[in-house]
């Protein structure tokens, strides 16, 4: 669905992004992991357009996206829940949700959103400034789900939440790729990713260094612990 090769990125002069490859393929939950800095976050923005400048390739559904204007990326099928996840603080949470255009077909409609969001439901004529942080990133993630987007790109969605809401945003992640999304997901906490991802990629100065399979991640938690210094 989405494969990325010799992706190179730029804010102003400082050259953040060196060549990084990957894909992810059509119904998985791909992670990129990495410590701070890492590139991680500025992958997400560069494969939406949304950096100074940008070379290499982006294939999405096969078609190439690097020379698109952001809106053109998302019109394609590709939406980007930001890691400060972009609440209009004057719309209650039904009007956040009507807001974006809807790109393709396939979308979920409000009554299947608010049964896979309660919280949401209970929520509903509530202005965004009256939502917690976990209530925000649930509106964040639903918000996408209704314009009819095939690939879903969050940015470190579990941050600064509690257990419990860490828990929940694993169980929508996990809801969501049933229902035949496809996720690429920035993490640092490498625990929660291996609960809802299928594969991992790790990420250094801008680079990926490695790919492992979720399968495979104990066998492999040492050279875990050496690339993310945990």
């Given at each position: 669905?989405?494969?990325?090769?010799?992706?190179?990125?730029?804010?102003?002069?400082?050259?953040?992004?060196?060549?990084?490859?990957?894909?992810?393929?059509?119904?998985?939950?791909?992670?990129?992991?990495?410590?701070?800095?890492?590139?991680?976050?500025?992958?997400?923005?560069?494969?939406?357009?949304?950096?100074?400048?940008?070379?290499?390739?982006?294939?999405?559904?096969?078609?190439?996206?690097?020379?698109?204007?952001?809106?053109?990326?998302?019109?394609?099928?590709?939406?980007?829940?930001?890691?400060?996840?972009?609440?209009?603080?004057g719309l209650n949470v039904t009007e956040n949700l009507l807001l974006?255009?809807?790109?393709?077909?396939?979308?979920?409609?409000?009554?299947?959103?608010?049964?896979?969001?309660?919280?949401?439901?209970?929520?509903?004529?509530?202005?965004?400034?009256?939502?917690?942080?976990?209530?925000?990133?649930?509106?964040?993630?639903?918000?996408?789900?209704?314009?009819?987007?095939?690939?879903?790109?969050?940015?470190?969605?579990?941050?600064?939440?509690?257990?419990?809401?860490?828990?929940?945003?694993?169980?929508?992640?996990?809801?969501?790729?049933?229902?035949?999304?496809?996720?690429?997901?920035?993490?640092?906490?490498?625990?929660?990713?291996?609960?809802?991802?299928?594969?991992?990629?790790?990420?250094?100065?801008?680079?990926?260094l490695d790919m492992i399979a979720n399968a495979q991640l104990a066998?492999?938690?040492?050279?875990?612990?050496?690339?993310?210094?945990?």
């Amino acid at each position: 669905m989405l494969e990325v090769s010799g992706l190179n990125a730029w804010y102003g002069e400082s050259h953040i992004l060196h060549g990084v490859a990957f894909d992810v393929r059509a119904g998985e939950v791909v992670t990129l992991l990495g410590r701070n800095g890492a590139g991680k976050t500025t992958t997400m923005k560069s494969i939406m357009g949304l950096v100074g400048r940008r070379a290499g390739s982006i294939r999405y559904q096969g078609g190439e996206t690097i020379a698109l204007r952001p809106d053109l990326i998302a019109r394609a099928g590709i939406g980007f829940c930001p890691e400060e996840r972009g609440i209009f603080a004057g719309l209650n949470v039904t009007e956040n949700l009507l807001l974006p255009k809807v790109v393709a077909p396939g979308g979920l409609d409000l009554p299947t959103i608010y049964a896979l969001f309660p919280n949401l439901l209970e929520r509903a004529h509530s202005p965004g400034t009256r939502l917690s942080g976990g209530e925000q990133q649930m509106l964040a993630i639903a918000r996408i789900l209704r314009t009819g987007a095939r690939l879903l790109l969050l940015d470190e969605p579990t941050e600064g939440l509690a257990p419990v809401i860490v828990q929940q945003i694993g169980r929508t992640i996990r809801a969501i790729k049933e229902r035949g999304f496809t996720v690429l997901l920035v993490e640092q906490n490498f625990r929660f990713a291996q609960t809802v991802a299928d594969r991992h990629y790790i990420m250094e100065h801008g680079r990926v260094l490695d790919m492992i399979a979720n399968a495979q991640l104990a066998a492999n938690m040492d050279k875990l612990h050496d690339y993310l210094g945990v």
